[in-house]
């Protein structure tokens, strides 16, 4: 029986030889030794013979452990009977993802989009259009890649002056660095790259409110991985008003005066029998930038008060004050 089917093998291969009849022409190109090299973010695109080429391998690199996004499209030219798998396996083989068997036996097309966490490797993603031949077709891929880096949080203010802010948030282990960014102009611009974690923007502008936002990343193979952005909107301090001395009338009243400021929304006026304000009689919030006195009523004649008067910026909802004026002084009438 051996030398029946040995005889029957070298026939078939005279045969081959003598037609001229490549038989690999019949071997499904379907190996991962044949992979072609795919870089993150790049659309690859292919066609998938006729003559039984009937799978296309893309090999690729994960870093570090992290989100693979898979982008695929698959158009077959026999529309009667299509059929197309999209896979990834290790490099021993092993399929340990799939975005299954997809048949659009009127259109021949599809177009699919799966995401999966990958730990750090080699790995390899094919595409399979079949299963005989004249099922060829064209298809695109793209391979994109997001290495899982923690946002910052706590991200706020540690110091408040009029034209400089210190900003800090969490330090996130395992990091590289973080980029800090600023609104301008319509756009948010770097401040810096830094390994700290805190910065003082400086060159600002009392009373004003900026945009801020922060994210972390990691350096792998000398590109970088970028956390979400977390933001922050705070206004520097307003500019401390310039109190005018007080004046009193004969209804025992005590009129607090003051400079306008700009860039601010409003004021705070404070009553005091003591210069060093520990013990306060009143305060009182006056709305609008441009309100530059405040009456105060029912003081004790023959008495004497202290005034002081503080600017507020409110930013969603907070206020933020300036630094108190000088404190001025005044007998009551």
Same mark, same amino acid.
């Given at each position: 029986?051996?030398?029946?089917?040995?005889?029957?093998l070298?026939?078939?291969?005279?045969?081959?030889?003598?037609?001229?009849?490549?038989?690999?022409?019949?071997?499904?190109?379907?190996?991962?030794?044949?992979?072609?090299?795919?870089?993150?973010?790049?659309?690859?695109?292919?066609?998938?013979?006729?003559?039984?080429?009937?799978?296309?391998?893309?090999?690729?690199?994960?870093?570090?452990?992290?989100?693979?996004?898979?982008?695929?499209?698959?158009?077959?030219?026999?529309?009667?009977?299509?059929?197309?798998?999209?896979?990834?396996?290790?490099?021993?083989?092993?399929?340990?993802?799939?975005?299954?068997?997809?048949?659009?036996?009127?259109?021949?097309?599809?177009?699919?989009?799966?995401s999966?966490?990958?730990?750090?490797?080699?790995?390899?993603?094919?595409?399979?259009?079949?299963?005989?031949?004249?099922?060829?077709?064209?298809?695109?891929?793209?391979?994109?890649?997001?290495?899982?880096?923690?946002?910052?949080?706590?991200?706020?203010v540690?110091t408040?002056?009029?034209?400089?802010?210190?900003?800090?948030?969490?330090?996130?282990?395992?990091?590289?660095?973080?980029?800090?960014?600023?609104?301008?102009?319509?756009?948010?611009?770097?401040?810096?790259?830094?390994?700290?974690?805190?910065?003082?923007?400086?060159?600002?502008?009392? #009373?004003?409110?900026?945009?801020? *936002? $922060? +994210?972390?990343? @990691?350096?792998?193979?000398? %590109? /970088? !991985? &970028? =956390?979400?952005?977390?933001?922050?909107?705070?206004?520097?301090?307003?500019?401390?008003?310039?109190?005018?001395?007080?004046?009193?009338?004969?209804?025992?009243?005590?009129i607090?005066?003051?400079?306008?400021?700009?860039?601010?929304?409003g004021?705070?006026?404070?009553?005091?029998?003591?210069?060093?304000?520990?013990?306060?009689?009143?305060?009182?919030?006056?709305?609008g930038?441009?309100?530059?006195?405040?009456?105060?009523?029912?003081?004790?004649? #023959?008495?004497?008060?202290?005034? *002081? $008067? +503080?600017?507020? @910026?409110t930013?969603?909802? %907070? /206020? !933020? &004050? =300036?630094?108190?004026?000088?404190?001025?002084?005044?007998?009551?009438?």
């Open positions: 029986m051996k030398k029946i089917l040995s005889l029957l070298s026939l078939v291969m005279l045969l081959s030889i003598t037609a001229g009849i490549d038989m690999t022409a019949y071997a499904e190109y379907d190996t991962i030794g044949t992979a072609k090299k795919a870089e993150f973010g790049i659309t690859y695109s292919g066609v998938i013979d006729d003559d039984w080429n009937k799978a296309d391998f893309y090999e690729f690199y994960v870093p570090e452990a992290g989100n693979v996004t898979f982008t695929a499209t698959l158009k077959n030219d026999n529309y009667s009977s299509y059929h197309g798998d999209f896979n990834i396996y290790d490099p021993s083989g092993t399929e340990i993802g799939s975005f299954g068997d997809y048949k659009k036996e009127a259109l021949g097309y599809v177009s699919v989009t799966k999966m966490y990958m730990s750090k490797g080699t790995y390899y993603f094919r595409v399979y259009s079949g299963p005989y031949s004249n099922y060829g077709g064209e298809y695109t891929v793209k391979i994109d890649y997001k290495c899982n880096v923690a946002s910052p949080s706590s991200f706020k540690a408040r002056n009029t034209t400089s802010l210190k900003l800090k948030w969490n330090k996130i282990a395992g990091v590289s660095g973080y980029q800090l960014q600023r609104l301008s102009s319509g756009s948010y611009k770097t401040i810096t790259n830094t390994t700290s974690t805190s910065r003082t923007v400086k060159s600002l502008k009392a #009373g004003l409110s900026y945009k801020f *936002r $922060v +994210r972390a990343y @990691k350096k792998i193979d000398g %590109k /970088k !991985y &970028y =956390s979400s952005w977390t933001y922050l909107t705070t206004p520097t301090k307003p500019s401390k008003p310039t109190i005018k001395t007080p004046s009193t009338n004969k209804k025992h009243q005590i607090a005066k003051w400079k306008k400021v700009s860039s601010c929304s004021y705070q006026v404070q009553y005091s029998k003591k210069s060093n304000f520990k013990s306060v009689i009143a305060t009182k919030t006056v709305s930038k441009s309100k530059t006195s405040y009456t105060g009523k029912n003081f004790t004649k #023959g008495k004497k008060y202290y005034v *002081r $008067v +503080r600017s507020y @910026k930013v969603n909802g %907070k /206020k !933020y &004050y =300036s630094a108190w004026s000088s404190v001025k002084s005044i007998k009551c009438k």
